[in-house]
């Protein structure tokens, strides 16, 4: 659209003075959110494209953006009040050019990104897609807008703008034209670092990471006050008569899951953990959305007799097969537990 046109000054000035790379910034961001938190576009390559360059560029350029706001000026022109002729003197404080604007925004980004999952690490959020992209996104928006402020103090002449083509031609001498070998094979040292920085964090976030997605299974119990632990639960129990206890599960797979508990009484031989007789106490069904949380109270009423006998929790993901063990489980929690006849 025109600069001149009616259309265009319809549009309040702050947006028409927001500088265009910027923009494309704040719509990347923007987008990158989308594509995380709207389930259609949370499966689709769309948002691991989206995702890679959020990660390993744009945190970077505009943090770049807001210590560099000038444009590189390499020399100005003086005329002497006694001489005619122009003298070309180096511009102060010259800033960086294009290429290096670049490499400094990748290797700035991956600084930032370590940093912050770092930080997270320590909290109880984690080092998982939303809090991470949460807090890339929010320091993102500060410096986009920071940077935006320091080039509106700028002269228009000396603000920094995206010279695209400018860009491509300096590339192309640095990298193909360069004066000495060994400043052209530290070019494709460079290159090739970045390559290998890229491709190893773009594998990183289009491949299913296995460490980051698990499953809690816990049990708790209640406690003299009526505040639910994970401590003091019962191990000595009566024939047919009951206890209750409270068994969970937090889903952290990045998807939704269907899970099954089967819980079960069991003699163990001695010194194995062969089970010699079983008795299947509960069943129970949860559907979980991604980061979704079940729990349910159940009573134990056990009608085998014995002393250490193993309490037996198992988690299976879908439905649990018809003659439930351990090694079929996806986990497993067991209390050892004496259970004395009645009237004794």
Known sequence: MPPDSDLWLLIPRPVRRFPADLTAVVISTVLTFATLSIPVLSGSPLRNLLGIAFVLFIPGYVLIAAFFPEKRIEE???RSVNDERDTILP???DCIDGVERVVLSIGTSIVIVTVTGLMLNF???GIRARPLLFCLGGLTLFATFSAARRRWEL???ERFVVPYRDWAATARTELFEHDSRAGLLLNVFLVLSVLLAVGSVAYAVTEPDQSGSFTEFYLL???ETGTLVADDYPTNFTEGE???????INNHEQRPMDYTVVVRMERVEN???QVAEAQELHRFHASLGANGTWR????ITPRMTGNRLRLHYLLFKGDAPATPTENKAYRELHLWVNVSARGR
């Open 221 to 223: 119990n209640k406690n």
């Open 271 to 273: 010194d194995t953990t």
């Open 242 to 248: 009951s206890k209750s206890m409270y068994v969970g």
């Open 123 to 125: 909290t109880p959020w």
């Open 155 to 157: 002269p228009a002449n």
């Open 76 to 78: 100005v022109k003086t």
């Open 296 to 299: 349910t109270e159940h009573d």
């Open 91 to 93: 511009r102060p404080g």
